[in-house]
């Protein structure tokens, strides 16, 4: 799935081999997840970083759902931290585990998502459309990171 999506905003798949037991992925390699990078001293946020990393987030999201992918688990957990040279951050989409290959327009019905960043028509047990949801828990993950906390 993941050679269907390429963005500087998606977690880059280097490789991968198996063995008769395993199967291995190799991924770029990332400092942190964004919930780890917040609890650091050094995270603080300027106005025009916010408008950056919201953008970069909303890029990534963009390059899925372009190719018909919806990531339905979208969280800070999920979302990796690359320092790049100049020391600016790039956020990176990331466990595409629950993700899906979608048609345009199908809905799903599968109750997917972590608590507090899922999308509340996934919690009404009827057929929501999953690209809807993913901007919701993007949005979610998003104003967690410029608050430092739940919206509950």
């Not at 199967?23 to 946020?45: A, H, M, P, Q, V």
């Not at 057929?127 to 430092?148: C, N, Q």
């Amino acid at each position: 799935m993941l050679e269907l999506a390429q963005h500087p905003n998606l977690l880059s798949l280097k490789d991968f081999y198996e063995d008769q037991k395993y199967f291995y992925l190799i991924f770029e390699l990332c400092s942190n997840d964004l919930l780890g990078y917040l609890n650091t001293i050094k995270f603080r946020l300027t106005e025009a970083e916010a408008k950056d990393y919201t953008l970069q987030m909303f890029e990534g999201l963009k390059a899925l759902h372009s190719v018909g992918i919806v990531h339905l688990d979208i969280k800070l957990d999920n979302i990796m931290v690359l320092e790049g040279p100049n020391g600016k951050l790039i956020l990176k989409l990331a466990d595409f585990g629950l993700s899906k290959i979608i048609m345009p327009g199908q809905k799903l019905s599968e109750l997917v998502g972590t608590r507090y960043y899922v999308a509340p028509e996934i919690l009404l047990d009827d057929e929501y459309d999953g690209r809807a949801a993913d901007i919701w828990s993007t949005a979610m993950s998003l104003y967690v990171m410029f608050m430092k906390s739940l919206p509950i």
